[in-house]
């Protein structure tokens, strides 16, 4: 076995997936790797990961980025949740909104007070007790890690940013941390005959490039984990039929809004991500019930502003690779597979691959134990992903179109029922140690879909009607009389972080 430390590290194609992981590696790989990142500027990226969840901020806070910095470069804004219009029924509006939604009493969590008190007509509207969800509708921010003089947490928030400027700056980043960008098309790659590694990628311009770990940062074909080491794809398009996607910019018109929007249409849904100098759109569907020129039709036709760019068409499979680490293989981004971007988790993805590689970084023997838990952690991940989003699409009420019945009418993953099935009964979410949503994260979208619990946790009976008025009141007041204070989100941004 070899135990030698792996000296060379190759990264094939750029993108926020590939400059993601050379900063990463530059920064806590400091003198002891050489790391070539590969790219052809005639292969354009998808670039249309623009919206991010908190955990944004760990990866830039690790390698000492700073935040006002990133978002001038990159036109970024703030991101205090995602609205979601249309969802349940047409006409219902509800937000996943990051952060607190009221605060527990005792060692029982709020929502259980709050299903109490909506049963006896004395609770308003779950949103009405979440900081975050009332900064956002009243386009407010700021840095706020709790509300003074209590013991609620503050505004959790994340980014929006433009995705090709974010691999542009990881790029500046990389390169002076000693990252060599080579420029030029991959036209082979080379296979050790014993072991099946990759020894090397062929360059169109004759030159080989050789290297004992491999990133594939290729986007969908995956270039080395599929088309070189033949890893298989786990197809997951029977629950999240959506294959397509059209892109396109336009003109921001009215205020600087602090949260993203998704907008279920007929056949799909459609986003918006305002940044600061323009608004992201897309219109998501399934080539299955919607044909592409109707759907680029649709998404033009929805615009607020003049349009700034050519509409692009992307197509894909939801799903993963069998294995996101083959060999001396690892995938990020795309390559290693794809849930759209309903809950903005493109980027965590890959800054979550990125933080596995760097707990299981190998040796030169590639020992395989290391290899199995990372892929089944991987795995494990994505399908948690999976099930939150495939809740979205089941938990409707919509009838105008055959997507949506069929979506309610499809059987789900077992441990989606499982958990939907625990919360109808008695208010009970589920969430394991370190799953990415946080038990106020599954609470919105099941109650915002219309999930209804029976009944609630027998500890909140402890607490009677005058008591539980004036709990939920202090805590509305207490929100409301801090979002006030809160200056205008586009202020903020152009007091803080204003690109130039």
């Not at 500027?41 to 991010?52: K, N, S, W």
């Not at 360059?203 to 298989?232: M, N, Q, Y």
């Not at 441990?415 to 799953?435: C, P």
């Not at 006030?484 to 130039?500: S, V």
Request: net charge negative; proline share 3%; hydrophobic share 40%.
């Amino acid at each position: 076995m070899h135990t030698d430390p792996i000296r060379k590290v190759v990264i094939v194609g750029g993108g926020t997936a590939g400059w993601m992981a050379a900063a990463a590696l530059s920064e806590f790989f400091k003198g002891l790797l050489e790391i070539e990142l590969v790219e052809s500027d005639a292969i354009g990226i998808v670039g249309v990961g623009e919206a991010t969840i908190p955990q944004i901020r760990l990866f830039t806070g690790l390698l000492n980025m700073n935040e006002a910095e990133v978002l001038k470069r990159t036109q970024g804004t703030f991101k205090l949740g995602i609205q979601f219009r249309d969802w349940r029924r047409p006409g219902d509006v509800y937000m996943h909104a990051f952060g607190a939604i009221g605060m527990k009493l005792g060692s029982l969590d709020f929502h259980h007070y709050w299903l109490k008190a909506r049963a006896s007509g004395q609770a308003d509207s779950l949103w009405k007790y979440s900081l975050n969800e009332t900064a956002a509708l009243a386009g407010r921010f700021a840095y706020l890690d709790r509300i003074p003089d209590t013991h609620m947490r503050g505004l959790a928030y994340a980014f929006h940013f433009d995705a090709s400027l974010f691999a542009a700056f990881l790029r500046e980043y990389s390169e002076k941390r000693g990252v060599r960008r080579s420029e030029g098309r991959v036209v082979d790659v080379a296979l050790d005959g014993d072991s099946g590694f990759i020894e090397s990628v062929l360059l169109e311009s004759g030159r080989r490039v050789e290297g004992e770990l491999f990133i594939d940062c290729t986007g969908f074909r995956g270039l080395l984990i599929e088309d070189a080491l033949k890893t298989g794809y786990e197809d997951w398009s029977h629950w999240l039929p959506c294959d397509r996607a059209v892109a396109v910019p336009c003109e921001r018109s009215g205020p600087l809004t602090p949260y993203t929007k998704a907008s279920a249409l007929e056949n799909g849904w459609q986003w918006r991500i305002p940044l600061q100098h323009r608004v992201g759109n897309g219109h998501v569907y399934s080539s299955a019930y919607l044909a592409d020129d109707e759907a680029t039709s649709i998404l033009l036709n929805n615009l607020e502003g003049e349009v700034l760019g050519e509409p692009r068409l992307l197509r894909f499979k939801t799903g993963r690779r069998r294995k996101f680490w083959n060999r001396n293989c690892v995938a990020l981004g795309l390559a290693s597979g794809f849930l759209e971007p309903l809950e903005s988790t493109s980027i965590h993805l890959i800054q979550t691959g990125v933080s596995r590689l760097l707990e299981y970084f190998p040796r030169r023997g590639f020992d395989a134990v290391d290899r199995d838990e990372f892929n089944r952690r991987c795995a494990w991940e994505f399908e948690r992903i999976r099930d939150f989003l495939i809740l979205h699409y089941h938990a409707n009420e919509r009838t105008d179109s055959a997507f949506w019945i069929d979506r309610r009418e499809m059987e789900v993953p077992e441990e989606l029922q499982r958990r939907m099935d625990l919360f109808k009964a008695n208010g009970r979410v589920r969430r394991d140690f370190d799953e990415l949503f946080t038990e106020e994260a599954w609470l919105q979208v099941m109650v915002g879909q219309g999930l209804e619990p029976a009944a609630w946790h027998p500890l909140a009976d402890r607490v009677d009607e005058a008591q539980m008025g004036r709990f939920l009141t202090s805590i509305q007041t207490i929100i409301n009389s801090t979002v006030k204070k809160l200056p205008e989100h586009g202020a903020f941004i152009a007091n803080n972080c204003a690109a130039e």
